[in-house]
């Protein structure tokens, strides 16, 4: 009979303690368990890790001939050949951005209340 209640508090005692591994789900979204400031006092920047949504067009400034145009995304203001993270900026037009990573073409355009 021992033995019985020793072996029921062994596979119960054990499965109380068995935890699952917790994976984080960041919907899309900065994982809020990343550091923003290394030790230094630096910002750390994830740009490698953007993706096409996490890019916001928040202005366009554009020049009469159309050579010199600029645009404002994410808070910084970029010209034609810059880049943002993975992403090389094509082309500034009067509406919108086009992107490029590697041969794939992206198109940012400002939303409707942005203006």
């Not at 062994?10 to 919907?27: E, M, W």
């Given at each position: 009979?021992?033995?019985?209640?020793?072996?029921?508090?062994?596979?119960?005692?054990?499965?109380?303690?068995?935890?699952?591994?917790?994976?984080?789900?960041?919907?899309?979204?900065?994982?809020?368990?990343?550091?923003?400031?290394?030790?230094t006092g630096l910002i750390i920047t994830y740009d490698d890790n953007l993706s096409v949504n996490d890019l916001?067009?928040?202005?366009?400034?554009?020049?009469?001939?159309?050579?010199n145009n600029a645009a404002l995304v994410n808070g910084k203001i970029v010209k034609v050949q810059?880049?943002?993270g993975p992403y090389v900026i094509d082309v500034i037009a009067s509406d919108h951005v086009e992107l490029l990573k590697g041969t794939d073409r992206y198109i940012l355009k400002m939303k409707k209340g942005d203006l």
């Open positions: 009979m021992r033995i019985l209640i020793v072996v029921l508090i062994l596979f119960f005692a054990k499965s109380v303690y068995a935890q699952d591994t917790f994976v984080y789900d960041d919907h899309g979204k900065r994982d809020p368990f990343v550091p923003l400031v290394s030790s916001a067009l928040e202005g366009i400034i554009a020049d009469p001939t159309g050579t810059d880049q943002i």
